[in-house]
C-alpha cells in the first residue's frame, strides 16, 4: 500500500513538475504590438494616443490613412477575440520593424473582415517620451 501511495505522490509531483508552461521569452516589439492590441481592444483611446505618432503612416487594403483617419478607424473597431502569432522584429538603430500574423473577429464602421490570419507590419521609433508606432500595415480584406 505505502508503495502505491509513494508511486502516485511520485507521479503527481512529477506531472506538476512537468506540466509547468515554459516562459516565453517576447522581444521587445512583440510586446509593444500586444500591447497595441490590448487597447484597441478595450477601446483605451488615451493609451493608444499616447504609444501612436501623430505622423504614422498607415497602409490597409483600402489605401493609405493619416493619424487622423487610423484614430477615427480605431474607435470605430469592435474587436473580438484575437490570435497574434509568428512574431518576427528586427532593431535598426532606434526603430523596430515587426512582422506578425493576426487573425480576429473584427469590425470596422460596421465591415466585417476576414477572421482568416493575415499578415502585419509594424515599425516603432524610439523617442525622448519613449516607443512610438510610426507605420502600419494591415492587409486584412472586408468580407
Not at 511520485?10 to 509547468?20: A, L
Not at 487594403?61 to 497574434?84: A, E, P, R
Not at 507590419?121 to 512610438?132: A, E, F, H, V
Amino acid at each position: 500500500m505505502k508503495k502505491i501511495m509513494y508511486l502516485m505522490l511520485g507521479m503527481c509531483i512529477s506531472m506538476t513538475v512537468f506540466s509547468q508552461t515554459p516562459t516565453v521569452n517576447m522581444s521587445e516589439g512583440e510586446k509593444l504590438e500586444r500591447q497595441h492590441w490590448v487597447d484597441d481592444a478595450d477601446k483605451n483611446f488615451a493609451n493608444w494616443m499616447s504609444i501612436t505618432s501623430p505622423q504614422i503612416q498607415v497602409v490597409d487594403t483600402q489605401g493609405v490613412i493619416d493619424y487622423t483617419q487610423y484614430l477615427s478607424q480605431v474607435k470605430n473597431l469592435n474587436l473580438g477575440k484575437y490570435v497574434l502569432k509568428d512574431f518576427k522584429t528586427t532593431q535598426v538603430g532606434d526603430t523596430l520593424i515587426i512582422t506578425f500574423w493576426a487573425a480576429a473577429k473584427e469590425q470596422i464602421n460596421d465591415k466585417s473582415l476576414s477572421t482568416n490570419f493575415k499578415p502585419r507590419l509594424s515599425i516603432w521609433q524610439k523617442t525622448k517620451d519613449g516607443w512610438k508606432k510610426i507605420a502600419f500595415a494591415n492587409l486584412n480584406t472586408v468580407k
